[in-house]
């Protein structure tokens, strides 16, 4: 059964920092290129960043380019994303989500869910 | 233009057919997903491809493209389907998009 488990997500002001990290089983994670996509407050989704199978393909949504990292750590299953210099715009639930493969645009799997919210 | 473009909201009497449209220059050169969204959950795939169902869908739930448009068909719509609904996409620098979601009442 494949799952995703997020985690890092809290409460942080304005111009700090977070990371959060995503927990893969189930399906052979090296095998899959790996993306971030969240949703504020009763809105809807936007994907945030995604990352191939070895880390050589990396994009970025402009509206975080330049202040989140995205990166893998293939040995240990798991995703992460690096929020720099956060904003309230940021505020949101962050979703892990595994790509299908293949030549689809899509996201197969996704985790629950960590909650970013940038307050002061 | 690279956006995805939805209708915000549709409904449909229950057991009835719905269609939930989404708009966008990149769906020319892709195919969309469609993604099923109830309150407090996580998104659901649905439709992916040029109109597969993963499994444990039921296939009331069908999908379509042509030109610019593509199409998420519920046929038969039941109370459970009562839900957001999402399409995404690439976009021309080929960066994923969603559309802005559809929120799906069933009568």
């Known amino acids: 059964e494949v799952q995703l488990v997020e985690s890092g997500g809290g409460l942080v002001q304005p111009g700090r920092s977070l990371r959060l990290s995503c927990a893969a089983s189930g399906f052979t994670f090296d095998d899959y290129a790996m993306h971030w996509v969240r949703q504020a407050p009763g809105k809807g989704l936007e994907w945030v960043s995604g990352i191939s199978w070895n880390s050589g393909s990396i994009g970025y949504a402009d509206s975080v380019k330049g202040r989140f990292t995205i990166s893998r750590d293939n040995a240990k299953n798991s995703l992460y994303l690096q929020m720099n210099s956060l904003r309230a715009e940021d505020t949101a639930l962050y979703y892990c989500?595994?790509?299908?493969?293949?030549?689809?645009?899509?996201?197969?799997?996704w985790g629950q869910g960590t909650l970013v919210t940038v307050s002061s | 233009s690279s956006e995805l473009t939805q209708d915000p909201a549709v409904s449909v009497a229950l057991g009835q057919t719905v269609r939930i449209t989404c708009q966008g220059d990149s769906l020319r050169s892709y195919y969309a997903s469609w993604y099923q969204q109830k309150p407090g959950q996580a998104p659901v795939l649905v439709i992916y491809?040029?109109?597969n169902r993963p499994s444990g869908i039921p296939d009331r739930f069908s999908g379509s493209s042509s030109g610019n448009t593509a199409s998420l068909t519920i046929t038969g719509a039941q109370a459970e389907d009562e839900a957001d609904y999402y399409c995404n996409s690439r976009d021309s620098s080929g960066n994923h998009r969603f559309g802005g979601g559809t929120k799906l009442t069933v009568l």
């Open positions: 989500a595994k790509d299908m493969g293949g030549t689809t645009v899509t996201f197969d799997y």
């Open positions: 491809g040029k109109n």
